[in-house]
T-cell receptor
Framework: SQQGEEDPQALSIQEGENATMNCSYK?????LQWYRQNSGRGLVHLIL?????REKHSGRLRVTLDTSKKSSSLLITASRAADTASYFC?????????????FGTGTRLQVTL | EAGVVQSPRYKIIEKKQPVAFWCNPI?????LYWYLQNLGQGPELLIR????????DSQLPKDRFSAERLKGVDSTLKIQPAELGDSAVYLC???????????FGPGTRLLVL
């Protein structure tokens, strides 16, 4: 079963614009991770944010986490055509095994020239 | 450094036939995962190995699915017999250990006719 839901399901923007996608989840977490999946390819790990962190940056990526609302957002600044992909959030539970990642349903991002 | 290798990349079979997928994890990664990804959805964990031991196979449909990782390195996932609903992408991932970042292979796209 899917732990989280991404919003929006699909997003189309022009190159240079910022893209924001949101993830909501249901149970307490140890950490939340974002992955990118290009068409027909495997997933690539982008960034991990722990439950005691509120914001994290990596290059053009900014992730926020609000554990009180059980939600996270991923911001991609100055988007490029190469950012076109599906983006998934994945949560690691606070109880049980930290290895058990539960993925959301994904946001399909299209960046046009 | 080579990433996670999976073969075949694509497989088309008729229902009731057997099928097997192979995965070679990143060298030195003790933890190996098999995921199922349906179209438009995020990956769902089927089974996780710590070395050669299956430590989480609760989501593996054991009536038709089986997996092995005999020497704690390569792994195979088998379906026998395949059903129409098994059409999906089967992803393999590996990590240094439990809770570490997971690295995904390109997946095997299965079509059952």
């Amino acid at each position: 079963s899917q732990q989280g839901e991404e919003d929006p399901q699909a997003l189309s923007i022009q190159e240079g614009e910022n893209a924001t996608m949101n993830c909501s989840y249901k149970t307490s977490i140890n950490n939340l991770q974002w992955y990118r999946q290009n068409s027909g390819r495997g997933l690539v790990h982008l960034i991990l944010i722990r439950s005691n962190e509120r914001e994290k940056h990596s290059g053009r990526l900014r992730v926020t986490l609000d554990t009180s609302k059980k939600s996270s957002s991923l911001l991609i600044t100055a988007s490029r055509a190469a950012d076109t992909a599906s983006y998934f959030c994945a949560t690691s539970p606070s109880t049980g095994t930290a290895s058990k990642l539960t993925f959301g349903t994904g946001t399909r991002l299209q960046v046009t020239l | 450094e080579a990433g996670v290798v999976q073969s075949p990349r694509y497989k088309i079979i008729e229902k009731k036939q057997p099928v097997a997928f192979w995965c070679n994890p990143i060298s030195g990664h003790n933890t190996l995962y098999w995921y199922l990804q349906n179209l438009g959805q995020g990956p769902e964990l089927l089974i996780r190995y710590e070395n050669e031991e299956a430590v989480d196979d609760s989501q593996l449909p054991k009536d038709r699915f089986s997996a092995e990782r005999l020497k704690g390195v390569d792994s195979t996932l088998k379906i026998q017999p395949a059903e129409l609903g098994d059409s999906a992408v089967y992803l393999c991932a590996s990590s240094l250990g439990p809770g570490e970042t997971q690295y995904f292979g390109p997946g095997t796209r299965l079509l059952v006719l």
